[in-house]
């Protein structure tokens, strides 16, 4: 079953009659499911109260039958967040958990929180939607005041039922109440879109004691039509009259195309191209037709001037180059200068982290079809309001007249090649005349998506006499953040409009460690580079799981282990000695605790023959969210290959929604952690990327992946919820650099750990 | 030039005019509208195209659709369904394995094929039957209880 056929089948029921007698401050009849029915968006469309943030409508919903749907401008990356957002709305609505439907993802129907952002799906997303829920609770419990002439102070609510204290028979339905009408109630929306957007009704949340459903390991609804293969991706939009589309892309990085020969694919049933200055792309009626097409259309491109260095003096090109734009990390503590001029001692480091790739599991689909001036993009891309906005923009239509809606893509990891997807399927589709369904090829999808930037990082500190550290200083210099936002809404951000004659907006930052290490004195700062390419570049950078955080945190946490083993100090006993802030103090113990962590220095000394074990500690902070782990690892010194055997995490976000899908996304990122540190690095020669699939671009193998990964969570009803999505990514390399270093004495100070790279090391 | 082919996919005969050099992939998905194999990398590197094969998984897209012959097709919607489940399908929905899920053909298809012959798999006999299929969202450790209890609910 296709989506377009699903959705045939919701407008058939879609909006309701609204029965019962109108109250004062409800809204208009509402449709329960329409996320992808046209028919009753357009009947309800004029219904409704505004898609706006500072209506409750635009959040929650509650039908004729008394479910609850709850509309979410976040989007679920494959975490199974929409479990964890229906039970704090259920919570506070004091429904049953499977009433609550959460509808993502659809600008028609939710506004814009951000999408998929940052961690910050509960964090601040699911706090949208708690305070919008404790409001609709405060509004329906008002509502049965008036219709059974009691008190709202005398009335409570179980299982969606508003109920008099002391007279059982007086009670109304949320049902009842309100459903089938939308709410016509005004929050106090704080201005912001996308993830700092709040708007809070008049109601105060729960107290987290009287929690019954948030915390609990519900699990996910979504597994069960996965593996029946009843449930569609992105790439399974079929729309009626749609034709397929393949890019093409040029073998040196900002070439054009100069001459396009169109005879030469004229064999191939409907192909045809579409060429417009550095875009260029192929259409036809089959897909392999168009696939085909692509490979065999001759095409003459400019003579580009090779843009990128050889890979092997990358670093050399970051330590070089002109530095753009510095910034400090907060302002420094005490007199860095002076307590370096007084050491005893002077420790220092540097550490390397390569490009990336997204290298999502499919390349990335999009499906735009263009009906008069009303435009409909379905994309993977974790940010469909933003992407409504880029197709707008690309097309040169109002936003109103575009409609993005998200289906759950092929993998995704941050500003992966969804949002590029999505501008070039609206150039093809408004050059086709027709609906267009685009698809990268791999060598696209691992080629040309955006990278997470390249850097290195120095590390010294000043140590005194007895052994104390007295001062630390952290830089990271690097090729920025961003040279394409982590939303493709501007022509700038995205290759289409880059090769249609938009030059790249870079944009300068980085970041600094996140941690609480209470040095006397302290500096840290970052430095940007230019990008090499001017637009069009395969390797512009942007968002990748946990933006820098991974290769910041490698070089700082691998030095704190320098400092203890320099020090001939246990490794946690040293952070302890100077982490300041309990909850860190707490995770780290509790990580140390699981894991049997013995107190020693590294290295051991107490191995000899070809194959060595060792074990690494690293913690860190995200935000208001703390990672503590323990990573145990086994070296073959005569391969050079690291078996990452073992991880235990210590893991504190606040309070824990859902344990259960809590643990599967730490397992998910330590995996991914582990498989950046030992195996992923783009590579590249001075004329393109060289890394376009599998073999050239190798992820953690399943004969790699750990033997166990032990997590600890550490609740906190009290403190509000905080990320989970991305931390746990961020300390895993420094842990497996450090158990490397416990292993062998010996200090990889360069991801990835390739044994090629390893042996040489050791030898 | 387009030629007829005669396929049977989950139990069910078609007819299908393609170029004989069409991978099996595209006919399964574009032409018979059964879009549970997933196009991941066109080059056999990833597995997320995975079908049976005459009970042997095989990457549909690198399989030419004229490769095929009379040879019976499954597809993961056809291994087992909500009400007759595959125990490897079961299995993945206890242990909550998929995140993105777009990697799921070439595990319980590969991962089927596998524990049909083998019966009791060690762990590493486990781990070398499922080598090079990719999963980007790192759910290695759910895949491998999933098919330790699977493994265990066929013995």
Redesign the interface.
């Known amino acids: 079953m ?1 989506r377009m056929e699903k959705a045939a089948n919701f407008s058939r029921r879609a909006v309701l009659k609204a029965g019962g007698a109108l109250v004062v401050s409800i809204g208009a009849p509402v449709s329960p499911d329409f996320a992808y029915a046209d028919e009753a968006l357009s009947m309800s469309a004029t219904m409704r109260p505004a898609l706006t943030p500072d209506q409750l409508s635009s959040y929650i919903a509650v039908n004729a039958d008394g479910g609850v749907s709850a509309f979410f401008g976040k989007m679920d ?4 967040i929409s479990v964890a957002i229906a039970q704090m709305v259920a919570e506070e609505l004091d429904v049953p958990f499977d009433t609550v439907k959460v509808v993502m993802g659809d600008t028609a129907t939710s506004v814009n929180q951000g999408g998929a952002s940052g961690s910050t799906g509960i964090q601040e997303g699911g706090r949208q939607l708690r305070a919008a829920a404790a409001e609709a609770r405060r509004v329906l419990v008002e509502l049965a005041a008036d219709k059974l002439g009691v008190s709202a102070d005398q009335l409570t609510v179980a299982d969606g039922v508003v109920h008099a204290a002391g007279d059982v028979a007086k009670k109304a339905s949320y049902g009842e109440l309100i459903g089938g009408r939308y709410f016509n109630v005004e929050l106090a929306w704080n201005g912001q879109i996308g993830n700092p957007l709040y708007a809070p009704g008049k109601a105060r949340s729960k107290d987290p004691k009287d929690y019954k459903i948030v915390g609990q390991p519900i ?2 609804e ?3 039509p ?5 449930s ?2 992105c ?2 939009v ?1 729309v009626p009259g749609m034709v397929h589309g393949r890019m093409i892309r040029p073998a040196v990085a900002g070439a054009m195309p100069v001459n396009v020969d169109e005879s030469s694919i004229k064999h191939i049933p409907g192909a045809r191209v579409v060429w417009n200055e550095g875009f260029l792309g192929v259409l036809a009626d ?4 168009a ?1 085909k097409a692509s490979r065999e259309l001759k095409v003459t491109w400019s003579n580009a001037p090779p843009p990128f260095p050889d890979q092997a003096s990358l670093y050399d090109h970051i330590r070089k180059s002109p530095v753009r734009k510095q910034e400090a990390g907060g302002k420094p503590i005490g007199d860095v200068d002076e307590a370096f001029k007084s050491a005893a001692r002077v420790i220092e480091a540097e550490y390397e982290w390569p490009f990336q790739s997204h ?5 990335a689909c999009a499906v735009v079809d263009i009906k008069g001036d009303q435009i409909t993009v379905w994309t993977g891309s974790q940010k469909p309001h933003f992407t409504r906005d880029g197709v707008a923009g690309i097309l040169g239509v109002p936003q109103e007249k575009v409609r993005g809606i998200w289906v ?6 941050g500003r992966n090649d969804a949002g590029d997807a999505a501008m070039d399927a609206a150039l093809l589709a408004k050059a086709a005349g027709k609906p267009v369904r685009l ?1 990268y ?2 060598d696209q999808a691992t080629g040309w998506d955006p990278k997470g930037p390249a850097s290195l990082h120095r590390a010294r500190a000043a140590i005194d006499e007895t052994g104390k550290v007295i001062a630390y200083e952290f830089m990271s210099k690097a090729f920025p953040r961003v040279d394409v936002n982590s939303n493709e809404s501007k022509p700038y951000d995205t290759l289409a409009g880059q090769l249609t004659g938009v030059p790249l907006r870079s944009g300068d930052g980085f970041a600094v460690p996140e941690e609480s290490y209470g040095f006397a004195n302290k500096r840290t700062y970052w430095q940007t580079i230019a990008p090499l390419l001017d637009r069009g570049s395969p390797l512009r950078t942007s968002h990748l799981r946990d933006p820098v955080g991974p290769q910041i945190h490698f070089a700082s946490e691998s030095f704190m282990d320098e400092l203890a083993a320099a020090l001939k100090l246990d490794p946690v006993a040293f952070r302890l000695q100077y982490v300041t802030d309990p909850r860190d103090i707490a995770v780290i113990k509790a990580a140390a605790e699981k894991a049997g962590w013995q107190p020693r220095p590294s290295p051991r000394k107490d191995q000899s023959g070809g194959n060595v074990s060792g074990r690494g500690f690293a913690y860190v902070q995200r935000h208001p969210t703390r990672v503590a782990i323990v990573a145990e690892v086994d070296v073959d010194r005569s391969t050079g290959k690291i078996w990452a055997r073992k991880f235990t995490v210590a893991h504190d976000c606040g309070q824990i929604i859902n344990p ?1 899908g809590l643990r ?1 996304a730490i ?9 950046r540190t030992l195996w992923e690095e783009v590579k590249f020669d001075n004329k393109m990327v060289t890394s376009i ?3 050239s671009y190798p ?5 790699e ?2 033997e166990t ?1 032990d997590v600890v969570l550490i609740d906190h009803p009290e403190i509000a919820p905080s990320g989970a999505g991305e931390p746990s990514t961020r300390p895993v390399a420094a842990a497996i650099a450090n158990a490397v270093f416990d292993a062998t004495g010996v200090r990889i100070r360069r991801v990835p750990f390739s044994p090629d790279y390893v042996k040489a090391a050791l030898s | 030039m387009n030629q007829r082919f005669l396929l049977t996919v989950n139990g069910t005969s078609h007819a299908v005019d393609a170029d004989p050099d069409t991978p099996l992939l595209y006919v399964l998905r574009d032409d018979l509208g059964l879009n549970n194999p997933h196009f991941g990398c066109g080059l056999a590197q990833c597995g997320a195209c995975t079908v049976h094969l005459d009970g042997q998984a095989a990457r549909s897209c690198i399989t030419p659709i004229s490769a095929v012959g009379n040879g019976e097709i499954v597809t993961l919607a056809g291994l087992g369904t909500p009400e007759k489940p595959h125990p490897l399908q079961m299995a993945y929905i206890e242990e909550q394995v998929p995140q993105c899920g777009y990697c799921i053909n070439g595990w319980i298809m590969t991962a089927a094929a596998f524990l049909r012959d083998k019966k009791k798999p060690t762990d590493a006999e486990i781990r070398i039957a499922l080598e090079g299929l990719k999963c980007r969202c790192g759910t290695h450790m759910a895949i491998l209880r999933a098919v330790k209890r699977a493994a265990a609910a066929m013995d």
């Open positions: 296709t990356m494959g975490h199974g699990r996910r979504d597994v069960a996965r593996v029946f293969a009843q569609d991706f790439t399974d079929k089959k897909e392999w037709d696939i290298a999502s599991m499919g390349p759950p893509g092929p993998g995704c990891y698809q090829m791999r259960d599967h397992e998910g990122n330590v995996v991914q952690g582990i498989s699939d599998w073999l992820i953690l193998d399943m004969t992946a750990p990964i």
